[in-house]
């Protein structure tokens, strides 16, 4: 019996991106004791006979929080916002819950081991948008060049959600979590935290980003007990561009000591002439290898 998962959720768009994370698990031996289970937001019926073999189980996913219709017409994959906050509801079967994009692939499966690692007693495994080599954390509209309007991530999702000024200050300026990766084990408290901090951020706030803004409000508000991973636990191409290593043939960070990264995640999109790497395979752009050369490179999975 396996203990621990990896979860995703893709609808029938982004079928390419997911089966591309699969493939990027199932590379590594170690693959063999996780399972792999998919949350359905519109795949198509060829799509779920294609991916049967290759994972342990796949379920539609539902809004488990009651969300208006118009606010979600036509639009299932959505259901990511949501249904992620419930996974032990999806596959009770399993000890620990390692989530991943369906727009990220696993690079090292260290990584992988860290994660789990990271969610034992409880506790949050998770990833900060904010590291070396980032230039910007937080957006500011200047006025009479001495007053700020705080233009944060966090601070403007949670304004417009209704949360309150008090916990939108809390917010404000703490540094953004990327909940497109992340671990908690079956019994955490974190879910529950997760939950009804989604609940609140649904009723006012847009559907997209609600499950985002209500981990940070579990992090730095509730106070969820968290082990921050490095950043190329979750490395968000769009915010910084890695570096490849010809001689190793894998991406690294941009800077030294040049870890190798753990998971690629194409959040964002990367996008040239008007094409997005995640929708269009035969994009590319321009990297620097460890050696300073630049190359053109996909930055997706390739077998």
Known sequence: MKKNVIVSLADANYFPLLEE??????????????AICILDA?????????????????????WDIEVPGYKVKDKEWLKSQVSRAFLPKYFPNYE????????????????VKLYFKACEN???????????????????NWIFGKLAIIKSQNFKHAVKSNI???????LAFAPHINIGVFSLEKNSK??????????????????FGSEGLAINMSVYIDDLETEFLPLNCNWIASNLLPKYDEQQQTFVEPYLPNHTLGIMHLAGGIWKDGKDMRTDKSVEIQIQTLDNKKIIKSLRYNN
């Open 21 to 34: 994370l699969i493939n990027s698990v199932k590379r590594f031996e170690e693959s063999k004791n996780v």
């Open 42 to 62: 519109g795949l198509t019926k060829e799509q779920k006979e294609r991916l049967s073999n290759k994972v342990d189980e796949i379920k539609s996913a539902e």
């Open 96 to 111: 620990k819950y390692l989530w991943i994009d369906c727009d990220a692939w696993v690079n090292d499966w260290n990584c």
């Open 122 to 140: 409880g506790k949050l495994g998770i990833t900060q948008s904010i590291g070396p080599g980032y230039k910007i954390t937080s957006k500011v």
């Open 164 to 170: 309150g000024y008090d916990k939108a200050r809390k």
């Open 190 to 207: 974190g879910w529950n935290s997760w939950q009804n901090n989604l609940s609140t951020t649904l009723k006012a706030g847009n559907i």
